[in-house]
């Protein structure tokens, strides 16, 4: 049976151990990870176990940064539509607020000749709508610096992800001309082999 060393110190076996025990990976990065070992398989009952032996480890580091990406980058859109949604009602707070203000004013303007104590208190009222108001737009100015961040962040990752997907894709690549060029040398090796034996 084919086993993994992960870095900590846990050993998986494919496909029963679903690519390593004590490590839950991904439905994505495990099936890309089954799918790997089949070839490994393959490889290793076509060759030798050592075929495999260096290339292995590289490519545990590289399913284990994929998925700590995919992870990382699942959560930050978590917090993302967490922050879409704490904005949008902080907007439609906002706009409660400001139609308050603005009703505050046309009472005002409509009750300007009515009694001082009345103009004081809705003086009062006014200026603390436009206290409100100015914590919601600091608030909503706030929100929209963090979802800009969120946004760069989680671009970030995207190019992160493929980064190593394409580094992935060139391992194996590279690897399988490697197999194909040593496979092609033992034949031309055998024929020479074969070529130079004397005829009795």
């Given at each position: 049976m084919l086993e993994i060393q992960l870095d900590d110190?846990?050993?998986g076996g494919y496909p029963g151990?679903?690519?390593c025990s004590g490590s839950v990976m991904s439905e994505r990065v495990s099936g890309l990870a089954n799918s790997i070992y089949r070839e490994f398989e393959r490889l290793i009952h076509c060759y030798d176990e050592e075929v495999v032996k260096e290339l292995m480890p590289l490519v545990v580091t590289v399913l284990e940064n994929l998925?700590?990406?995919?992870?990382?980058?699942?959560?930050?859109?978590v917090e993302l539509e967490l922050l879409r949604e704490d904005n949008e009602q902080l907007l439609t707070q906002y706009e409660r607020e400001k139609a308050l203000r603005k009703q505050a004013e046309e009472?005002?303007?409509?009750?300007?000749?009515?009694?001082?104590?009345?103009?004081?208190?809705?003086?009062?009222?006014?200026?603390?709508?436009?206290f409100q108001t100015r914590q919601l737009e600091l608030k909503?100015?706030?929100?929209?610096?963090q979802i800009s961040r969120l946004e760069e962040r989680e671009s970030e990752m995207k190019k992160e992800y493929n980064t190593l997907h394409q580094r992935h894709t060139e391992m194996i690549q590279t690897y399988v001309e490697h197999i194909e060029r040593s496979k092609m040398q033992q034949v031309v090796g055998n024929n020479q082999t074969e070529?130079?034996?004397?005829?009795?």
């Open positions: 110190g846990g050993v151990d679903d690519y998925d700590s990406v995919l992870t990382d980058n699942q959560e930050h859109e009472k005002f303007i409509e009750f300007e000749d009515a009694l001082e104590q009345e103009k004081k208190e809705l003086q009062i009222q006014v200026e603390h709508l436009e909503t100015k706030n929100y929209a610096d070529g130079s034996v004397p005829v009795r």
